[in-house]
């Protein structure tokens, strides 16, 4: 299976920018994709950014320009470069593994998540 942990949240000023850390391990860690979630006070959890085999990222439209993922394999990290950050990016930030199992099965693995607060 694969254990999810975040790292890196905290508070920061309209404009800043911070980096949000997923390690992986287990016995399937190398196999995972993964994905980064968030969810904002009082709202859904929402897709924020995926990264493609390609090593290009896929981002949801309120972070496109501002945030980058980006992954270091061989320590099966994953990184979320936020930059100029809104208020509204306040939300706790998951990471999410997922592994292949069978045809189109998959297997998820959710971290606890890391608050990001941005406030003045």
């Known amino acids: 299976q694969v254990h999810v942990a975040e790292s890196g949240g905290g508070l920061v000023q309209p404009g800043g920018s911070l980096r949000l850390s997923c390690a992986a391990s287990g016995s399937r860690a190398s196999d995972a994709a993964l994905a980064w979630y968030r969810q904002p006070p009082g709202g859904q959890r929402e897709w924020v950014a995926s990264?493609?085999?390609?090593?290009?990222?896929d981002y949801a439209g309120p972070v496109k320009g501002r945030f980058t993922i980006s992954r270091d394999n061989y320590k099966n990290t994953v990184y979320l470069q936020m930059n100029s950050l809104k208020i509204e990016d306040t939300a706790v930030y998951f990471c999410k593994a997922a592994v292949p199992t069978k045809g189109w099965d998959r297997a998820y693995y959710w971290g606890q998540g890391t608050q990001v607060t941005v406030s003045s």
């Open positions: 990264l493609l085999s390609d090593g290009t990222g």
